[in-house]
C-alpha cells in the first residue's frame, strides 16, 4: 500500500486548507482511513476518521473546524481545515485504519504551518 500525502503549505490563522491523500495498492473502498497529525516534539496523533460507509469521527481539538471526505472512485481521502489555529501546525499524515490503529506504511506526510 501506498500512500501519497499533499496539500500542505503555511497559512495565517483563521485560514483554509484541503489536504489531500491518494492510496494505491489496496481495495480503497474497503478500508477505513484517517488522518494523524505530528507536531514537534508530540506524538503522533489520529484527529479524523472515516468508515468505509463514509461515517466520520473527530478529534475535539478539530471538531466544527475540519471535514474528513473521501472519493472511491479515485482512492482519495481529503481533509478540509477551516479557522486554522497556530495550535494546527503538524506534519499531517493518512492511513488506513483496522479498526481505529494505523495498519499501512506511512507517507512522507504534508506540512501544514500556521502563522499567527
Known amino acids: 500500500v501506498q500512500l501519497v500525502e499533499s496539500g500542505g503549505g503555511l497559512v495565517q490563522a483563521g485560514g483554509s486548507l484541503r489536504l489531500s491523500c491518494a492510496a494505491s495498492?489496496?481495495?480503497?473502498?474497503?478500508?477505513?482511513m484517517g488522518w494523524f497529525r505530528q507536531a514537534p516534539g508530540k506524538q503522533r496523533e489520529l484527529v479524523a476518521r472515516?468508515?468505509?460507509?463514509?461515517?466520520?469521527n473527530y478529534a475535539d481539538s478539530v471538531k466544527g473546524r475540519f471535514t474528513i471526505s473521501r472519493d472511491n472512485a479515485k482512492n482519495t481521502v481529503y481533509l478540509q481545515m477551516n479557522s486554522l489555529k497556530p495550535e494546527d501546525t503538524a506534519i499531517y499524515y493518512c492511513?488506513?485504519?483496522?479498526?481505529?490503529?494505523?495498519?499501512?506504511?506511512w507517507g512522507q506526510g504534508t506540512q501544514v504551518t500556521v502563522a499567527s
Open positions: 472515516i468508515s468505509s460507509g463514509g461515517s466520520t
Open positions: 492511513n488506513m485504519l483496522f479498526p481505529d490503529l494505523p495498519v499501512g506504511s
Open positions: 495498492g489496496t481495495i480503497f473502498r474497503l478500508n477505513a
